[in-house]
T-cell receptor
Framework: TQLLEQSPQFLSIQEGENLTVYCNSSSVFSSLQWYRQEPGEGPVLLVTVVTGGEVKKLKRLTFQFGDARKDSSLHITAAQPGDTGLYLCAGVKDSNYQLIWGAGTKLIIKP | NAGVTQTPKFQVLKTGQSMTLQCAQDMNHEYMSWYRQDPGMGLRLIHY???????DQGEVPNGYNVSRSTTEDFPLRLLSAAPSQTSVYFC????????????FGEGSRLTVL
């Protein structure tokens, strides 16, 4: 059962365009993490959002946690080829250790 | 700083063979886990451990065994490989908690013929 729905599954855009990736659930999470994975490597943490409504910025990437802590979004401004990768969201529920993973968004930025 | 080290990076098995994927971390993390990653399905938890001597099943444990005799090591054993176990396997460790980050190895690509 996929508790975290990510959309879109695949996105291919030109350099310089903006994009948003969504991570939605009917469940409440105590926090939500975003990871980026490049081919042949393991995922690497980008950011963790904890408070409902929280917004965090990482250079051209903006992450938002929904007010009800059920959803999150990742917005990239002026995408660069270096942003290419698989973006994964993961929610932390009531357990201290277990993450619930989205299926991922494969992003390709064309020069 | 080695982080999480997985071996081997690539492996080809025949159906019915057994093997062990090795995982070691040097960050003194309590939590260690094994995931498999298949196209379009994200990361699925196989087994995890919250400390030496403690292991538990994840979402897809069938056909796999684990043990945690030390804090550093968490090997994954495939008992009798099947083509359905063809996948990329990731070991991850972390401190746990509400904001606990997971640190991943580089992955082990397994093909079962």
């Amino acid at each position: 059962t996929q508790l975290l729905e990510q959309s879109p599954q695949f996105l291919s855009i030109q350099e310089g365009e903006n994009l948003t990736v969504y991570c939605n659930s009917s469940s409440v999470f105590s926090s939500l993490q975003w990871y980026r994975q490049e081919p042949g490597e393991g995922p690497v943490l980008l950011v963790t959002v904890v408070t409902g409504g929280e917004v965090k910025k990482l250079k051209r990437l903006t992450f938002q946690f929904g007010d009800a802590r059920k959803d999150s979004s990742l917005h990239i401004t002026a995408a660069q080829p270096g942003d290419t990768g698989l973006y994964l969201c993961a929610g932390v529920k009531d357990s201290n250790y277990q993450l619930i993973w989205g299926a991922g968004t494969k992003l390709i930025i064309k020069p | 700083n080695a982080g999480v080290t997985q071996t081997p990076k690539f492996q080809v098995l025949k159906t019915g063979q057994s093997m062990t994927l090795q995982c070691a971390q040097d960050m003194n993390h309590e939590y260690m886990s094994w995931y498999r990653q298949d196209p379009g399905m994200g990361l699925r938890l196989i087994h995890y451990s919250v400390g030496a001597g403690i292991t538990d099943q994840g979402e897809v444990p069938n056909g796999y065994n684990v043990s945690r005799s030390t804090t550093e090591d968490f090997p994954l054993r495939l008992l009798s490989a099947a083509p359905s176990q063809t996948s990329v396997y990731f070991c991850a460790s972390g401190r746990g908690g509400r904001t606990g980050e997971l640190f991943f190895g580089e992955g082990s690509r397994l093909t079962v013929l």
